[in-house]
């Protein structure tokens, strides 16, 4: 099981907290450093103020040296998918080919509102993110010296010379691997058997874990995937500690219950942790990305990286 760090800056980081995570996440060995990607924060005072996702992993690709870096999940309704395929293949490159783009519909309506971006009904969000999968890995495996055209519903490319071109080239479809996650029955799974390179789940427990990924394997099936070729994943809450105290003032410290925590997230002691993990990796998990939210608490990553990582 790899076990990576995830964080949702929105609740109040500035660049220098985010990096001195990622950089005790990599010298520990966590297997990725990933951020959400919000522009307004969900409770709180969100001090010092939302940053920019792709902007921050640019700076990550040039601060940091091996661990991987991405998002759960960009928003399709942030930016152009032109523009995005853009930066995404620019900070792979400034990475040396260490980024992964998770990338969903969109959902958090106030922030729309609060930035002035437009905020379409389901129908159309879904439509939208759609025809992004499609127009971001057609840019990305157009061969070098063609061009590329796309004319949907929502969007039209003529004569794009499909460029620059990520490092890497190892997406189903060329280029970076692609995250899909949700909860959906229908859309979703279809949209993960065409075009994820990794399905993940976030914030759910093993009974849904077990129906949504059979959704997504009956889903590749159809189309003639093999559900091997996906990479399976969830996203839980992290809040470990060696006893009750120290669960529960890292429980206090985030505004949450302790048996709440340990219902939904990943909460207990080391060991209690380390066989939720198993359990989800009994349902195909094969990695788990840790929601880390009290970024200033290096400590708990250590006590992580030692008493959990190595038995998982």
């Given at each position: 099981?790899?076990?990576?760090?995830?964080?949702?800056?929105?609740?109040?980081?500035?660049?220098?907290?985010l990096?001195?995570?990622?950089?005790?996440?990599?010298r520990?060995?966590?297997?990725?450093?990933?951020?959400?990607?919000?522009?307004?924060?969900?409770?709180?005072d969100?001090?010092p103020?939302?940053?920019?996702?792709?902007?921050?992993?640019?700076?990550?690709?040039?601060?940091?040296?091996?661990i991987?870096?991405?998002?759960?999940?960009?928003s399709?309704?942030?930016?152009?998918?032109?523009?995005?395929?853009?930066?995404?293949?620019?900070?792979?490159?400034?990475?040396g080919?260490?980024?992964?783009?998770g990338?969903?519909?969109?959902?958090?309506a106030?922030?729309?509102?609060?930035?002035?971006?437009?905020f379409?009904?389901?129908?159309?969000?879904?439509?939208r993110?759609a025809?992004?999968?499609?127009?971001?890995?057609?840019?990305?495996?157009?061969?070098?010296g063609?061009?590329?055209?796309?004319?949907?519903?929502?969007y039209?490319?003529?004569?794009?010379?499909?460029?620059p071109k990520?490092?890497?080239?190892?997406?189903?479809?060329?280029?970076?691997?692609?995250?899909?996650?949700?909860?959906?029955a229908?859309?979703t799974?279809?949209?993960?058997?065409?075009?994820?390179?990794?399905?993940n789940?976030?914030?759910?427990?093993?009974?849904?874990t077990?129906?949504?990924?059979?959704?997504?394997?009956?889903a590749a099936?159809e189309?003639?995937?093999d559900?091997?070729?996906i990479?399976?994943?969830?996203?839980?809450v992290?809040?470990?500690?060696?006893?009750?105290?120290?669960?529960a003032?890292?429980?206090?410290?985030?505004?949450?219950?302790v048996?709440?925590?340990?219902?939904?997230?990943?909460?207990?002691t080391p060991?209690?942790v380390?066989?939720?993990?198993?359990?989800?990796?009994?349902?195909?998990?094969?990695?788990?990305?840790?929601?880390?939210?009290?970024?200033g608490?290096?400590?708990?990553?250590?006590?992580?990286?030692?008493?959990?990582?190595?038995?998982?």
């Amino acid at each position: 099981m790899e076990l990576r760090v995830f964080t949702e800056p929105q609740q109040g980081a500035t660049y220098d907290d985010l990096l001195a995570v990622a950089l005790e996440a990599e010298r520990l060995g966590f297997g990725a450093f990933f951020r959400s990607d919000h522009y307004l924060h969900m409770s709180g005072d969100g001090l010092p103020g939302s940053t920019d996702a792709w902007t921050t992993l640019a700076g990550l690709a040039r601060d940091t040296s091996t661990i991987r870096l991405g998002t759960l999940m960009t928003s399709a309704t942030f930016r152009h998918p032109g523009v995005l395929a853009i930066q995404v293949a620019q900070v792979d490159q400034m990475s040396g080919g260490r980024v992964e783009l998770g990338i969903g519909a969109g959902w958090f309506a106030q922030e729309h509102t609060a930035y002035g971006i437009p905020f379409p009904d389901t129908g159309e969000r879904f439509e939208r993110y759609a025809e992004q999968l499609e127009l971001i890995t057609g840019l990305w495996s157009t061969p070098v010296g063609e061009r590329y055209a796309f004319d949907g519903r929502h969007y039209r490319l003529d004569d794009s010379p499909a460029l620059p071109k990520p490092v890497q080239d190892s997406g189903l479809r060329g280029g970076v691997p692609l995250l899909i996650g949700g909860k959906g029955a229908r859309k979703t799974p279809a949209l993960a058997a065409a075009y994820a390179d990794e399905f993940n789940l976030p914030f759910v427990d093993e009974e849904f874990t077990a129906l949504q990924f059979g959704r997504v394997r009956r889903a590749a099936e159809e189309i003639g995937r093999d559900p091997a070729s996906i990479t399976w994943s969830n996203a839980l809450v992290l809040c470990v500690g060696e006893d009750d105290a120290a669960i529960a003032r890292r429980a206090e410290a985030i505004g949450r219950e302790v048996d709440e925590l340990r219902a939904n997230g990943l909460a207990g002691t080391p060991g209690e942790v380390v066989d939720k993990i198993r359990r989800y990796a009994e349902l195909g998990a094969e990695r788990i990305y840790l929601q880390v939210l009290d970024l200033g608490d290096l400590d708990h990553l250590r006590l992580v990286a030692a008493e959990v990582m190595p038995h998982v």
